[in-house]
């Protein structure tokens, strides 16, 4: 069966600082792959998708960005992270067009 | 603009009635349907969808109508259990592909159902 890891589940980092985020998917071959972000009182935000290795997608400009050096593995970066990065992330992934998104347990992030 | 919109924060129901959550949408063009059910701290979880092409869709406890002319879905649960306590979400997507087989979510803001013992 399919599996979703995303790491770390809690992370407190000071403004300024880099960010490094992991998703990767188990038992599937060549998911699509996205982040989804949820601040405080909103709902779910897509940030980047990727249909395959090295292609990503960005929906929201921002200084966040995203990378899949593999074809199960997603990444989410910052060079420097914003107070208005905090949030709960969430990586997700199908396997097809009409198939529902498999999300992860998410990273609760809080800049400070 | 909000194109999908679940406009109950929250609701409350007593173990076992039924629990009816609402979603509205605004985009014609939306014709797949999904509902999701999150736990705090955690990802959330896929419930049910429905087709643009039926006006229900069953799958033991849950069902999902859909009102294509009042642009309307709601999810349905019967019997409502303490276990259902959760934020549901509704979200859509239409027709399109964009860079490969993708299909994009459109996402309401979430109703917190809270089910009573």
């Known amino acids: 069966s399919q599996t979703i890891h995303q790491w770390p589940a809690t992370l407190v980092q000071p403004v300024g600082s880099p960010l490094s985020l992991e998703c990767t998917v188990e038992g599937t071959s060549n998911p699509n792959l996205y982040w989804y972000r949820q601040a405080a009182g909103r709902g779910l935000q897509l940030l980047f998708y990727s249909v395959g290795i090295g292609q990503i997608s960005s929906e929201v400009p921002q200084n966040l960005s995203a990378s899949r050096p593999q074809d199960r593995q997603f990444i989410l970066s910052s060079k420097k992270l914003l107070l208005s990065d905090s949030g709960f992330y969430l990586c997700?992934?199908?396997?097809?067009?009409?198939?529902?998104?498999?999300f992860g347990n998410g990273t609760r992030l809080t800049v400070t | 603009d909000q194109q999908v919109k679940q406009n109950s924060p929250s609701l409350s129901v007593q173990e076992g009635r039924i629990s009816i959550l609402n979603c509205d949408y605004t985009n014609s063009m939306f014709d797949y349907f999904l509902w999701y059910k999150k736990y705090p701290a955690e990802g959330p979880t896929f419930l049910i969808s429905i087709s643009s092409i039926k006006d229900k869709n069953e799958d033991g406890r849950f069902t999902v109508f859909l009102n294509k002319s009042a642009k309307h879905l709601s999810l349905h649960i019967v019997p409502s259990q303490p276990g259902d306590s959760a934020v549901y979400f509704c979200a859509a997507s239409e027709n399109t592909y964009n860079a490969g087989n993708n299909r994009k979510l459109i996402w309401g803001l979430g109703t917190s159902l809270g089910v009573n013992p």
């Open positions: 997700a992934w199908t396997s097809s067009y009409n198939s529902p998104l498999h």
